[in-house]
């Protein structure tokens, strides 16, 4: 079975550019999680999807923003990219919202914004 | 601030020998405590699992220890094999929150040598 994919693996941006990643979940998953590593630090919660709504967000400003579809795949977008921004993005899916479930990752797409 | 700690940035063990990964938290609503284990290039792959009503989990080499009281966990890997290095990340997820969302150390990189 397939696991999380992401696309793409790597992307060089430039300040003030806009970026848009993409996460196709486990099948059968419907909740999809993204998260921001930086390097040197652990994955930081950025936003949780589930059945296509937003269900939870973390301390990220408005220039990020995702989507969940009706395939439960999900999309990240940041815009007015800053050098900060560079880092890992990780998506991670699991079968519901919650509860103790482990979350599934994806090896990440790796944004360098110059 | 940061609500889950690991404090050492690398451990150094020899293959056959016991590796014991530490983990504090500060947050008392934290519920479920999970490790990970991470190569590079590659997302967070889950390893083991204890919710706050056990204080130890086995599985295989690996076990989990929660001590509640200290809001301390640790992870043993015995014995320690040369592919167990990578870099391991402790998480915990909030019994307030709506949603999955996991907050993570900045990890431990463990280094087990033939």
């Known amino acids: 079975d397939a696991g999380v994919t992401q696309s793409p693996t790597h992307l060089i941006k430039t300040r003030g550019q806009q970026v848009t990643l993409r996460c196709s979940p486990i099948s059968g998953h419907k909740s999809v999680s993204w998260y921001q590593q930086v390097l040197g630090q652990g994955p930081q919660f950025i936003f949780q999807?589930?059945?296509?709504?937003?269900?939870g967000r973390g301390n990220f400003p408005d220039r990020f923003s995702a989507r969940q579809f009706p395939n439960y795949s999900s999309e990240l977008n940041v815009n007015a990219l800053l050098l900060g921004d560079s880092a890992l993005y990780l998506c991670?899916?699991?079968?519901?919202?919650?509860?103790?479930?482990?979350?599934?990752f994806g090896s990440g797409t790796q944004l360098s914004v110059l | 601030d940061q609500q889950v700690k690991q404090n050492s940035p690398s451990l150094s063990v020899q293959e056959g020998r016991i590796s014991i990964l530490n983990c504090d938290y500060t947050?008392?609503?934290?519920?479920?405590f999970l490790w990970y284990k991470k190569y590079p290039a590659e997302g967070p792959t889950f390893l083991i699992s204890?919710?706050?009503?056990?204080d130890k989990n086995e599985d295989g080499r690996f076990t989990v220890f929660l001590n509640k009281s200290a809001k301390h966990l640790s992870l043993h890997i015995v014995p320690s094999q040369p592919g167990d290095s990578a870099v391991y990340f402790c998480a915990a997820r909030d019994s307030g929150g709506s949603n999955y969302k996991l907050t993570f150390g900045k990890g431990t990189l463990l280094t087990v040598n033939p």
């Open positions: 947050n008392s609503m934290f519920d479920y």
């Open positions: 991670a899916s699991s079968l519901t919202q919650g509860g103790y479930e482990k979350l599934f």
């Open positions: 999807y589930y059945e296509k709504e937003e269900r």
């Open positions: 204890i919710s706050s009503i056990k």
